[in-house]
C-alpha cells in the first residue's frame, strides 16, 4: 500500500509559446494556402506542358504561383484570422426602450 508522501515522478511538459506557425514568412493557415497554391501551379504547369508545350506550361506555373504569393501575403497582412470591414455609415431606425 503507498502512503501520501508518496508521488509520481514529475516531467517539464512544453506547451508552445501561443504563438502562430510560421514557415519562410507565412503564418497559420495561409501555409495551406502556399501548400495549395503550389500543388495547383504544377499541376496547372503539366497540363499545359502536354497540352500546349513547356513555354505554356511554365506560363500557366509562374502566373499561379504569383497570384497565389499576391493574395496570401495581401491576405496575411489583414491578420490571421478573417475580418469584415464595414465601410459606410449604418443608421439605427429603432432602438429597443428600456
Given amino acids: 500500500m503507498k502512503g501520501k508522501d508518496e508521488r509520481y515522478q514529475d516531467y517539464p511538459v512544453f506547451k508552445g509559446l501561443q ?8 503564418q497559420g493557415r495561409y501555409i495551406y494556402w502556399a501548400a495549395g497554391t503550389a500543388g495547383g501551379a504544377v499541376a496547372g504547369f503539366i497540363v499545359g506542358y502536354c497540352l500546349s508545350g513547356f513555354v505554356v506550361g511554365l506560363v500557366i506555373l509562374v502566373a499561379a504561383i504569383c497570384t497565389g504569393a ?25 432602438s429597443k426602450k428600456v
Fill in 19 to 26: 504563438r502562430p506557425l510560421e514557415f519562410m514568412g507565412i
Fill in 70 to 94: 499576391a493574395l496570401i501575403f495581401l491576405k496575411q497582412k489583414k491578420g490571421l484570422h478573417t475580418k469584415r470591414n464595414e465601410h459606410g455609415v449604418f443608421v439605427y431606425a429603432c
